[in-house]
């Protein structure tokens, strides 16, 4: 579970993202997360919690998009959702896709007053 560094990090560039723009208090940080990143969503919650202690951040909502695992199959060219359907092309039953989004990790927008 490597969901703690990468809240570390976070925090890390949000702060320098503050200090940048002199704002006094984050409301909330928003995160987008591909489906096919090695991070899960529901630990980065939990990870947050204890990243943000004793920061400037204690009070900061975290919140999550998560985007969708796409790949576009090899033989038949069909864009399909890679998860759902256990990475098989539901067309032609192939495994073989080019991934065309579900690895992002971004802090997508930071909201301060
Ligand atoms: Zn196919």
């Known amino acids: 579970m490597h969901e703690i560094s990468v809240c570390f990090e976070v925090v890390k560039s949000v702060e320098k993202i503050v200090e940048e723009n002199n704002l006094t208090e984050v409301e909330t940080i928003v995160l ?18 204890v990243a943000v202690e004793g920061t400037m951040f204690e009070n900061t909502k975290l919140e999550i998009e998560v985007i969708a695992g796409i790949g576009r199959c090899g033989s038949c060219g069909k864009v399909y959702q890679l998860l759902k359907n256990n990475g098989y092309c539901p067309e032609c039953k192939e495994k073989s896709f080019e991934v065309i989004s579900g690895r992002e990790f971004n802090i997508k927008e930071i909201v301060a007053c």
């Open 32 to 49: 987008e997360i591909g489906e096919l990143s090695s991070i899960v969503p529901k630990y980065m919650d939990e990870c947050f919690i």
